[in-house]
C-alpha cells in the first residue's frame, strides 16, 4: 500500500533527510588515502547521536553498522571494516537515519584521491542519472518514467544498470510501497500522486548489471569485477514539482 505523506509529516522527513545530507558531506570530507571504512562509521554514528536522530540501518534485518561502505566493485550493503582506502578507490557512502519516527535516505559515491578518466565518467553519468529521473518526479508521471530516463541515460553512455536493487518509498519505514526500479519502459506502475515520498538510488556497473553477494550475506558486488557506482536523493512528490528532501 502507498502512504501519501502530510504536510507536517514531510516536514519531519525534512528534517531527517538534511541531517543525513549534512553528514554525508562530512563523510565526503573524511574520505582520505589511508582511512578505513569502520572509521567513517563511527563518525557517521557519532554524528548521528550528535544530531538527536537514531541510526537507520543499524540492526535493521541483522546489519552490523550505521552506514554502507562500498569500495569499487561493491555496489551496495559494504559493511564497515579495517580495510583502508587507497588513492584511485571510490566509495559509496549509502546512510539513513530517524528522527520523530521519520525515515532520510540518500548515498553518493566519492574518490579517494585521484581516479581515472572512465571512473570518474561512471560517477558523472550515475549522478547525471539521478537529476534526470528526479525530474520525472511530477503528479500525473508513473514510476516507470523515472527508470526509463535513468536507464536510457546510463546505457547511452555505454553503462549497465542493477536490476537486483531499486529504490523505494519511504517514510515511518524505511522500505515502503512502492519500488522505484532504475530501468524498464515509461508510462507504467503506480501513478505518482501528491504526498508521495521515495528514494530514487541508481546503480551503475561499468560493466555487466549482474550481480553476486558476498558470504557476509550483504555486500552485493559486480558480478564481472569491475566499477560501481551509487547516488541516492529522498524526494517528495509535490503539487510544484519534485522537493528534494535531501538536499539544501
Request: aromatic share 6%; with cysteine; glycine share 10%.
Amino acid at each position: 500500500m502507498i502512504v501519501c505523506k502530510s504536510k507536517s509529516e514531510i516536514e519531519k522527513m525534512r528534517r531527517a533527510c538534511l541531517l543525513v545530507h549534512d553528514i554525508l558531506q562530512e563523510l565526503r570530507e573524511a574520505v582520505k588515502p589511508g582511512i578505513t571504512t569502520a572509521e567513517l562509521d563511527e563518525l557517521a554514528e557519532r554524528r548521528t547521536r550528535e544530531g538527536g536522530a537514531k541510526p537507520a540501518f543499524k540492526g535493521y534485518r541483522g546489519y552490523p553498522k550505521v552506514l554502507c561502505t562500498s569500495v569499487n566493485d561493491e555496489i551496495v550493503h559494504g559493511i564497515p571494516s579495517a580495510r583502508e582506502l587507497k588513492v584511485g578507490d571510490i566509495v559509496g557512502l549509502d546512510f539513513g537515519v530517524i528522527i520523530d519516527g521519520y525515515y532520510g535516505d540518500s548515498a553518493l559515491t566519492v574518490p579517494v584521491g585521484e581516479i581515472s578518466e572512465p571512473v570518474s565518467r561512471l560517477l558523472q553519468v550515475t549522478q547525471e542519472s539521478l537529476e534526470l529521473a528526479i525530474e520525472q518526479v511530477h503528479v500525473g508521471n508513473r514510476i516507470s518514467d523515472i527508470g526509463a530516463v535513468v536507464q536510457k541515460h546510463v546505457e547511452a553512455n555505454g553503462f549497465s544498470v542493477v536490476r537486483d536493487f531499486v529504490g523505494h518509498g519511504i517514510g515511518t519505514a524505511m522500505h515502503e510501497d512502492p519500488p522505484v526500479p532504475n530501468y524498464g519502459v515509461p508510462g507504467r506502475g503506480p501513478l505518482l500522486k501528491e504526498g508521495m515520498v521515495i528514494a530514487i538510488e541508481p546503480m551503475v556497473n561499468e560493466g555487466t548489471y549482474q550481480v553476486k553477494i558476498l558470504d557476509d550475506q550483504w555486500t552485493a558486488v559486480t558480478a564481472d569485477g569491475r566499477n560501481s557506482a551509487h547516488f541516492e536523493h529522498t524526494v517528495a512528490v509535490t503539487n510544484n514539482g519534485p522537493w528534494v528532501l535531501s538536499r539544501p
